[in-house]
């Protein structure tokens, strides 16, 4: 007999209580449930089930090898929907909740371009900087930056690293001088990226087996926009420490210029998100591999 058929009669015998209603559930007689059970017990040279004229019951060797047959059982469903996925495609509604500039800028075109290539997935994707519960939002997936904080039956993959970068326009260095080093970064004004009204946190430098150098340079200029604060740089009003990704191209232009060209940028990570599921849906493994193949080269 096959060993897994076995098992599922197993499981639902015990489960329902009884070899008749497992018969009836499985559209088998209740002597071939009898069989599939005694099968196992040949096999293994242990009983599972006391058997009375009245009653059953499970051995202690049968509770564990009931929990130990239900986990085998997920896994082979499992086996079989990842197969069953390779023959088809992704379809249905995917969610994604990213923050504002890094999903608009570099994630959402990534996910525009899967849709494209398969018509039968939907997109619902919003743009929001605060944290997002996965579970109450009804989100599949979700996209953060920085440091992860550990969360219960969430699932977490890195997809790309952001480089962060000082940076000025000519203009300002013309009237102000280039910092060298770190240590000149405290002479200059700069331009700092704040949220909900506080500082987010200060500017980090990584150290080689150390935690990163935090440096709060002087600013009289605070704003909660990555792309203002690369703006007002452009303009000459200060420093700036963004992602590179943010400014390559007003650095291509000619508008800013990366400073500090020998002192290795801070990296910050970005992560796929996702609640922990026995079988992950199609369409966000398709979601995840496909950022994790296309965004670090959107951070070069």
């Keep these: 007999m096959d060993r897994l058929t076995s098992m599922a009669v197993f499981v639902k015998t015990v489960d329902l209580g009884s070899f008749a209603a497992a018969a009836a559930t499985l559209d088998l007689s209740g002597p071939m449930v009898g069989k599939h059970v005694r099968f196992l017990e040949e096999r293994l040279g242990v009983r599972l089930i006391n058997r009375t004229t009245r009653r059953q019951s499970l051995t202690d060797f049968g509770r564990a090898y009931y929990e130990r047959c239900r986990t085998v059982l997920a896994e082979a469903e499992a086996a079989d929907a990842l197969a069953a996925d390779q023959l088809s495609e992704p379809r249905g509604k995917l969610r994604v909740i990213m923050?504002?500039?890094?999903?608009?800028?570099?994630?959402?075109?990534?996910?525009?371009?899967?849709?494209?290539?398969?018509?039968?997935?939907?997109?619902?994707?919003?743009?929001s900087d605060p944290l997002a519960d996965l579970a109450e939002d009804g989100c599949d997936l979700a996209i953060r930056t920085g440091n992860l904080e550990d969360?219960?039956?969430?699932?977490?993959?890195?997809?790309?690293?952001?480089?962060?970068?000082?940076?000025?326009?000519?203009?300002?260095?013309?009237?102000?001088?280039?910092?060298?080093?770190?240590?000149?970064?405290?002479r200059h004004q700069a331009i700092i990226y704040r949220r909900s009204g506080r500082v987010v946190q200060p500017w980090l430098f990584p150290r080689n087996g150390q935690p990163a150098l935090e440096v709060m340079p002087v600013s009289r200029l605070r704003l909660d926009d990555l792309d203002a604060i690369a703006d007002v740089a452009a303009a000459g009003m200060g420093l700036a420490w963004l992602p590179y990704w943010l400014v390559r191209e007003r650095i291509q232009a000619g508008a800013l210029v990366v400073l500090l060209p020998d002192q290795p940028g801070f990296l910050y990570d970005a992560y796929a998100l996702w609640l922990q599921t026995p079988h992950l849906p199609l369409k966000v493994r398709l979601a995840v591999d496909a950022l994790a193949t296309a965004l670090p080269r959107l951070m070069t």
């Design 99 to 127: 923050p504002v500039h890094f999903g608009r800028r570099c994630v959402a075109p990534i996910l525009l371009e899967l849709a494209q290539q398969y018509p039968a997935l939907e997109l619902d994707l919003s743009f």
């Design 151 to 186: 969360q219960a039956g969430v699932m977490a993959r890195r997809i790309a690293r952001q480089r962060m970068v000082v940076c000025a326009s000519p203009s300002y260095l013309d009237m102000h001088g280039w910092p060298r080093q770190i240590e000149d970064l405290g």
